[in-house]
Antibody, heavy 120, light 111 residues
Framework: QVQLVQSGAEVKKPGASVKVSCEASGYTFISHAISWVRQAPGQGLEWMGWISTYNGNTNYAQNLQGRVTMTTDTSTNTAYMELRSLRSDDTAVYYC?????????????WGQGTLVTVSS | QSALTQPPSASGSPGQSVTISCTGTSSDVGGYNYVSWYQQHPGKAPKLMIYEVTKRPSGVPDRFSGSKSGNTASLTVSGLQAEDEADYYCSSYAGSKNGGVFGTGTKVTVL
């Protein structure tokens, strides 16, 4: 069965970086894009961007341009999301999801989420 | 890219129907048939309920249906059940430059 398993919770200080992993199984990794979505405490969903697992092309949300990098390792079927220059308002649960807005617009499988807390 | 507008809350008694709206612009909801709906229970990851405006993934009950008119999409839950109580989010493709956008979310309460 399709599974996306994310790395564990992180606590970071303002100005630091965080890298969250998302290991996929149960399907052909390069056949589906991976998107990243975050959710601040008590807030709604925010799209962060997506990466083509086939050729590495990316598309990032404009408000995160310059601070976010998405990559993949096709040898381990793992996607990564790195966010730099962390601020307190980056505190959120970060999700990876299979699919992309640029495909059929649907995210059909989601990781369990990774809580990133930014605090001094 | 501004979030799509959803009502903060909606409610209905068991067996009744509830409809949630999702209003965008001609640059997102109105411009593409790539509207999806997600159900999220507290502390859980979102679950895809509807994609491409009207399609249901395998395993999603046919009590859930989607539609779109102009810049507004809608999700209808018929025959409400206790387990339908959750937050619901719409999303839409918004073009190659902007990617996509989620709605503000609607909390559905089963009375």
């Amino acid at each position: 069965q399709v599974q996306l398993v994310q790395s564990g919770a992180e606590v970071k200080k303002p100005g630091a970086s965080v890298k969250v992993s998302c290991e996929a199984s149960g399907y052909t990794f390069i056949s589906h894009a991976i998107s990243w979505v975050r959710q601040a405490p008590g807030q709604g969903l925010e799209w962060m961007g997506w990466i083509s697992t086939y050729n590495g092309n990316t598309n990032y949300a404009q408000n995160l341009q310059g601070r976010v990098t998405m990559t993949t390792d096709t040898s381990t079927n793992t996607a990564y999301m790195e966010l730099r220059s962390l601020r307190s308002d980056d505190t959120a649960v970060y999700y990876c999801a299979r699919g992309a807005f640029a495909g059929n617009g649907a995210f059909d499988y989601w990781g369990q989420g990774t809580l990133v807390t930014v605090s001094s | 890219q501004s979030a799509l507008t959803q009502p903060p809350s909606a409610s209905g008694s068991p067996g009744q129907s509830v409809t949630i709206s999702c209003t965008g612009t001609s640059s997102d909801v109105g411009g593409y048939n790539y509207v999806s709906w997600y159900q999220q229970h507290p502390g859980k990851a979102p679950k895809l309920m509807i994609y491409e405006v009207t399609k249901r993934p395998s395993g999603v009950p046919d009590r859930f249906s989607g539609s779109k008119s102009g810049n507004t999409a809608s999700l209808t839950v018929s025959g409400l059940q206790a387990e339908d109580e959750a937050d619901y989010y719409c999303s839409s493709y918004a073009g190659s430059k902007n990617g996509g956008v989620f709605g503000t979310g609607t909390k559905v309460t089963v009375l």
